[in-house]
Nanobody
Framework: HLQLVESGGGLVQPGDSLRLSCTASGFNLDKYAAGWFRQAPGKEREDIVCINEGNGTAYYHHSVKGRFTISRDSVRNTVYLQMNNQKPEDTAVYFC???????????????WGQGTQVTVSS
């Protein structure tokens, strides 16, 4: 049974940092493309970052490039999203995703976590 479980969401102030975690069970996440989507109220879900298998190339949405960083821990079977200098427009439900294709592609995302809320507000 393949499962992704996110953690680490919460309420932060503008300019603060937060780290999300996504731990996989039932499969080796390191062999999959993986990353994060987010969905703000009233908006479509958007792909914010995808990383190729292992510690391959990562592809960031322009709105988070330079502020967010994705990384993997193969021992913990986990991917992380380090979010720095957060802005109110980062407020959304963040979803972890993985794909059996080891290379990111448009429309990727076979397996999904349940989502975790991130709210950026003063």
């Amino acid at each position: 049974h393949l499962q992704l479980v996110e953690s680490g969401g919460g309420l932060v102030q503008p300019g603060d940092s937060l780290r999300l975690s996504c731990t996989a069970s039932g499969f080796n996440l390191d062999k999959y493309a993986a990353g994060w989507f987010r969905q703000a109220p009233g908006k479509e879900r958007e792909d914010i970052v995808c990383i190729n298998e292992g510690n391959g190339t990562a592809y960031y949405h322009h709105s988070v490039k330079g502020r967010f960083t994705i990384s993997r821990d193969s021992v913990r079977n986990t991917v992380y999203l380090q979010m720095n200098n957060q802005k109110p427009e980062d407020t959304a439900v963040y979803f972890c995703a993985a794909d059996a294709d080891p290379i990111c592609y448009t429309g990727w995302g076979q397996y999904w976590g349940q989502g975790t809320q991130v709210t950026v507000s003063s």
